[in-house]
């Protein structure tokens, strides 16, 4: 309930931040008025479709507007988001080429918990545009990328003679 009611609360927050009423906000979203009348009077949920729609007509964050988690406004529209975290992903890849003699020993399901959790600590630094520029060479961002995967690949090591050493005593 308490969440139903905090969507409610949020949706109407936006609505009155971009002066409309609840028909003119519904008739820019495409949706029937009755729909925003009954998520700001708590009736129904607020679907993720429509949460999604108004951060790309508004720039408040759906993630927000759904839990109440993160910032009020998104600066980055949601396809423009999608695009840069493939970039990210893809500058994370070509990055860990150069680690691959680190890599060898590492079990696939390994590698891939490494390279979520590389991605995640990028994501939570903040998306850069500068990150689709191929002509850019994103020195910092490269350098601090390289620095994560040394000190992930470094910890992994350390757990693994850990885990080593335990199996022998």
């Known amino acids: 309930m308490i969440e139903l009611e ?6 109407k927050e936006v609505r009155e931040a971009t002066g409309l009423t609840q028909e003119e906000f519904a008739t820019n979203l495409e949706i029937k008025s009755h729909k925003v009348k009954d998520i700001e009077n708590r009736k129904i949920k607020l679907p993720i479709d429509l949460a999604l729609k108004i951060e790309q007509k508004f ?11 993160g910032e009020k406004h998104s600066d980055i529209p949601v396809d423009d988001r999608i695009t840069l975290e493939c970039a990210l992903l893809e500058k ?50 490269e350098v601090n990328l390289r620095a994560s995967i040394i000190d992930i690949l470094e910890f992994w090591k350390l757990l693994n003679i850990n885990e080593s050493k335990k199996t022998e005593d």
């Open 6 to 11: 905090k969507q409610g609360e949020r949706l």
């Open 59 to 69: 720039s408040f964050n759906f993630k927000w507007l759904l839990t109440g988690i």
């Open 92 to 141: 994370i890849l070509s990055n860990l080429e150069h680690f691959e003699e680190l890599f060898k020993n590492i079990k696939p399901p390994v590698k891939t918990s490494i390279i979520s959790y590389i991605f995640k600590t990028q994501l939570k630094k903040g998306l850069d545009r500068k990150l689709l520029d191929k002509n850019h060479p994103n020195s910092d961002f």
